[in-house]
């Protein structure tokens, strides 16, 4: 059988690695053909040597000139580096699926032109979902490709929404693990430091969404992710704490049976199922053992607590480009809690104080999305609090 050729956008992160190894283990089935990192150049090319992998761009320009005076990448791969050939690399005519793992908006349009270039998406990213998911889906059913969620959450409701019409879904619940201060008191969070933030209690991720997972603005991504894949109002869209992430969704039909996904917390489960779709095969890690005993708890998510889930559910409501503002805003508040010039419980604040200050068009193009995008990060950027 021929190998399925694979494009990993961000190969370099915490997405790339367990990609990399799911590849390791099926050497027969695939074949990584094109890499992109934005900076880390020895370990792209460090990737680049262990895979043959004949294509690598490096976002950023820097990083390539270093890279080209290091000599580090082998001489067979043809290394390129800018936003261009980023989108010129998802959609290489060899490349059957684009694994999309960079992280924030930058992935939309290189996810665009992959999918206009009639290629497989994976979809690790959920902000270029949740920026232009109405453009996104819209280009998919034209083009008629696939979009095989990788997130956690959304590959186990696409999992259990397998053979079953859309009419006969009643809504979705997502599990959220809660992240680190699942346990702390409200009234503890302002003394959180990003040292406290980037540590998760059971997924090693990278830190923009270990953050995130902590003020459950991912959960509130995902809610916005779950809206554009599976095309269910926010009204049928809900959200458990589980603090084991053991169960990674469920969904709820119309007769009242649940289905739920189980597996171990790491993502090798989720991108192995993409890349393979719709083949199964062995899993590089052991799951699930019910030999030995454990709990799974669930419990409601307390809003006050996470006022980022509130916020996007408004957002989601509110339709149009909010949604983009919601995220825009919280990628520079993220950032800007990392370098220590915000406080943690000044994240939602950000979020708000963005959300309230730019009027968003109900239908906006890709250019005004992407306008609104810079016009939130700058705003984002220079509020101050008093
Ligand atoms: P990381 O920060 O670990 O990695 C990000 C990757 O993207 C790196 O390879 C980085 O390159 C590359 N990158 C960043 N910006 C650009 C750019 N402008 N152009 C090209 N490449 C770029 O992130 P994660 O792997 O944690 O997350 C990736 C995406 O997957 C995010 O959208 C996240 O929300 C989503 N996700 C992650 C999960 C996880 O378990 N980690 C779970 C579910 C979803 P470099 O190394 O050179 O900086
Ligand atoms: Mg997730």
Partial sequence: VARKKIILLGATGSIGSSTLRVLREHKDRLELIGVAAHSRHAELAQICHEFDVPHAVLQ???????????????????????????????????????????????????????????????????????????????????????????????????????????????????TASGGQFRDTPSSELDHVTPEMATQHPNWSMGPKITVDSATMANKGLELIEAHWLFGLEPERLEVVIHPQSV???????????????LSPPSMTFAIQHCLLYPDRAPGVEPTTDFRTAFSLDFKAPDFNKYPCLQLAYDALRSGGASAAIFNAANEVAVERFLAKEIAYLEIPKLIEHSLSHITAPQLPSLDQLFQIDTETRAIAQTHRFQ
């Fill in 247 to 261: 169960v990674h969704s469920f969904v709820q039909f119309i007769d009242g049976s649940i289905l739920a996904q």
């Fill in 60 to 174: 950023d320009e820097k990083a390539y000139q270093s890279a080209k005076q290091a000599g580090n990448f082998p001489p067979a791969t043809n290394l390129n580096c800018g936003a261009e050939a980023l989108a010129e690399l998802a959609t290489l005519d060899a490349a059957d699926i684009v694994l999309v793992a960079v992280v924030g908006a930058a992935g939309l349009r290189p996810a665009l032109a992959a999918i206009e270039a009639g290629k497989d998406i994976a979809l690790a990213n959920k902000e270029l979902l949740v920026l232009g998911g109405a453009h996104v889906i819209e280009a998919a059913k034209r083009k008629g490709v696939r979009l095989l969620p990788t997130d956690s959450e959304h590959n186990a409701i696409f999992q259990c929404l397998q053979g079953h019409p859309a009419n006969q879904v009643d809504k979705l619940i997502l």
